[in-house]
Every structure is written in structure tokens, then in C-alpha cells.
Nanobody
Framework: QVQLVESGGGLVQAGASLRLLCTTS????????MGWFRQAPGKEREFVSE????????DYADSVKGRFTISRDNAKNTVYLQVNTLKPEDTAVYYC????????????????WGQGTQVTVSY
């Protein structure tokens, strides 16, 4: 029973920050690359960020580079996405995903997915 559960979303004003969390169970977390995607209403799912199993390597979409930071705590089986200087265009459901290798998530090859957490950014 692999489960990925996102939390930390909310309704904030532009310029605010949030920390999204993805807690996992049922998998050997430290062996998986982890990532975040987002999907706005009427739009396709978009890659946001990914991190290697060790946390050494990270990658970000250009739209969030410099504002978002992905990290992980393998002891807690948790991956984080610190989202700063939020913009209205960041409004979306944010999904956590797991893959066997770093780089796979960006190619939309996630093996496991969470249910998503809503981030809404007002003007």
C-alpha cells in the first residue's frame, strides 16, 4: 500500500510563502527520486521540481527557479517544497510523485502519485 499524501497548501496573497509536505508510506523512501508537479484548472500537468534519492541533485522548472526549493528528509520519509514569493499563476493543485531514478519525473515517468494539495494565490 504505497501512499503519498500532500499537505501544506492553502489560500495566500501574492508574495506569501508556503511549505508543502509530502509524507510517504509503503515504499523504501530513500531509494526513490521524488518530485512535485502542479495542475491548474483547464491546463495540463506541469513539472515543478524533482530531487534525487540522496538529495544531492535537484531540478526546477524555469518558472519557479529561484523561488521554490525542494528538499527531503529520508529519516522522515518526507519531501518538501518551499514555495516563496508566490504569484497568482502559481495557483494549482500540487502533486507529489515518486520515481525510481532522478530525471524520470521530469519526463512524467512517476510511478506513484499523491492526491494533491491546493495552492491558491490571490492578488
Amino acid at each position: 500500500q504505497v501512499q503519498l499524501v500532500e499537505s501544506g497548501g492553502g489560500l495566500v496573497q501574492a508574495g506569501a510563502s508556503l511549505r508543502l509536505l509530502c509524507t510517504t508510506s509503503g515504499l523504501t523512501f530513500s531509494r526513490y527520486a521524488m518530485g512535485w508537479f502542479r495542475q491548474a484548472p483547464g491546463k495540463e500537468r506541469e513539472f515543478v521540481s524533482e530531487i534525487s534519492s540522496s538529495g544531492v541533485y535537484t531540478d526546477y522548472a524555469d518558472s519557479v527557479k529561484g523561488r521554490f526549493t525542494i528538499s527531503r528528509d529520508n529519516a522522515k520519509n518526507t519531501v518538501y517544497l518551499q514555495v516563496n514569493t508566490l504569484k497568482p499563476e502559481d495557483t494549482a493543485v500540487y502533486y507529489c510523485a515518486a520515481a525510481f531514478n532522478f530525471g524520470t519525473l521530469k519526463g512524467r515517468g512517476g510511478v506513484y502519485w499523491g492526491q494533491g494539495t491546493q495552492v491558491t494565490v490571490s492578488y
